[in-house]
């Protein structure tokens, strides 16, 4: 019975699987699941996008973007704003390895 480890391992080699776009991709969905999280939060708090939007001095669009995983346009203030407008803070990581740094 082949093993899933060498059976992935050899794909790598032959070209069929680039490890760099799958991480890509798990980052994305990682990310995508992380943002639907604050969408069940703010509806938990009872909040329409309008509601949290009018809250943060953003558009409706922008929370919704938010809420969707696309942060990498968001300016830090804005994602503080929204984690304070749910009772919430903001923390930045950094992960290297084992370590990980908060740097805000």
Do not use: C, F
Request: glycine share 6%.
């Amino acid at each position: 019975m082949k093993r899933w480890s060498d059976v992935r391992a050899k794909a790598v080699r032959e070209g069929r699987l680039d490890e760099r776009k799958v991480q890509e991709h798990k980052a994305r969905m990682i990310g995508d699941v992380r943002a639907h999280k604050l969408a069940e939060l703010r509806n938990e708090y009872g909040l329409l996008q309008e509601e949290m939007a009018q809250r943060l001095n953003i558009s409706q669009s922008r929370v919704s973007r938010i809420e969707r995983g696309e942060v990498d346009q968001s300016q830090v203030s804005t994602l503080r704003a929204y984690a304070h407008a749910l009772g919430g803070e903001l923390e930045i990581v950094v992960r290297l390895g084992d370590k990980r740094i908060p740097i805000a």
